[in-house]
């Protein structure tokens, strides 16, 4: 297998079938990628390991030893929305539903400034009551105040004239996560009205109209194979994102998915490792989803190949709110209020938490 990721730093680029070899040991006799009691063979150890200093390699020509920070702000949990994995789910009654008002959106920015944040992540699901215009006014009010910072959304499916106004407003990036390129898998994880060809679409769109685009996939996610997630290594290469999410599939117990076994967290660096080595630049989150996952799992992150960690900028009251899944860390190095953890968590192991927009480099 190192011969395939020597193939993939030299040309950012792999055939079908190579990336079939590479992703062949994390799956069972039938193809399947399967949950955190998976064993992995001592070639897929190997081959991880790898890939993991590689990568870092490579992001350190490109970034040193910085890792950038966004301040998420879970703005809304309602969303129209009835994906079979997820908390926020429309169906879910359980769900403890919350809006955050325009002022305290901006309170959450001047706190997140005052800490150093220099991007803010306005995320929600799919909320009708977000309008473009609440959005253009919101995103030029933060602008306006903090003209040095970058204003990522991650608000879902729109069309392309609302994503237009939304970066003449002054949007920088876009989050949206494709979360399987396969189409019968989407179906799998999705209900009939949502469509792999209008996500990915939707992201065209996106770099089309010059957004910093982030996709993403969910790692272990009930009926993902080998295929499917070569098809997901294909459609990033395609695709060209600046900004990559992966994080393991973790169940929520109010959704359809509930009882299913959680993604492999070891798959997940592995995949790190992979997308840092594809796209030599990309911005690479160490996701809430890692994290939550496995004790340690934001710096085996970076120790894989990523660069940017997310704490939650959200009021303490909302946080246990916006679950997309079970036992989500709401605490400790999530909290913004402890950022000082964070910092000291990523000197330990040989990384500074920096304050700057962090921006994609184009090479």
Not at 115 to 130: I, K, P, S
Not at 131 to 155: G, H, N, Y
Not at 157 to 166: F, G, H, N, W
Not at 316 to 340: D, F, M, P, S, W
Request: glycine share 8%.
């Amino acid at each position: 297998m190192k011969e395939y990721i020597d193939r993939l730093a030299s040309r950012q680029f792999l055939n079908r079938e190579e990336w079939r070899n590479l992703l062949a040991p994390w799956a069972d006799r039938q193809g399947r990628v399967t949950g955190q009691s998976f064993s992995v063979s001592e070639s897929a150890g190997d081959a991880a390991r790898y890939a993991a200093a590689l990568a870092c390699r490579i992001r350190d020509q490109i970034y040193g030893k910085n890792v950038y920070i966004r301040g998420l702000i879970e703005f809304t949990n309602y969303c129209k929305n009835d994906c079979y994995y997820c908390g926020i789910r429309r169906s879910n009654k359980e769900a403890a539903r919350y809006r955050l008002t325009r002022e305290e959106i901006l309170g959450c920015c001047e706190n997140g400034y005052k800490l150093g944040f220099r991007t803010f992540v306005l995320q929600g699901g799919e909320d009708g009551y977000f309008t473009d215009d609440r959005l253009e006014e919101l995103i030029r009010s933060i602008k306006q105040s903090w003209p040095d910072c970058a204003v990522t959304l991650s608000v879902g499916e729109r069309d392309r004239e609302s994503y237009a106004r939304l970066k003449e407003a002054g949007a920088d990036r876009y989050l949206l996560r494709h979360e399987t390129a396969n189409h019968c898998h989407y179906r799998r994880l999705h209900p009939p009205e949502l469509s792999a060809s209008n996500r990915k679409n939707c992201l065209f769109q996106l770099k089309q109209l010059g957004y910093q685009t982030g996709a993403g996939l969910m790692v272990g996610s009930p009926g993902q194979t080998v295929e499917t997630l070569t098809d997901d290594m294909e459609f990033l290469q395609e695709l060209q994102p600046e900004m990559v999410g992966i994080g393991p599939f973790l169940p929520h117990s109010h959704t359809p998915f509930g009882g299913e076994p959680a993604g492999s967290t070891a798959l997940t660096l592995y995949l790190l490792s992979l997308v840092r080595i594809m796209l030599p630049s990309v911005l690479l989150p160490a996701t809430t989803a890692l994290a939550t996952a496995s004790a340690g799992g934001r710096e085996a992150g970076i120790l894989a190949g990523a660069n940017v960690v997310m704490p939650n900028l959200s009021p303490e009251n909302v946080r246990e709110k916006y679950l997309l899944y079970n036992n989500k860390i709401c605490t400790g190095k999530e909290a913004a209020q402890n950022l000082e953890e964070l910092k000291a968590a990523m000197d330990a192991i040989g990384y500074r938490v920096v304050s700057c927009r962090g921006d994609h480099k184009r090479r």
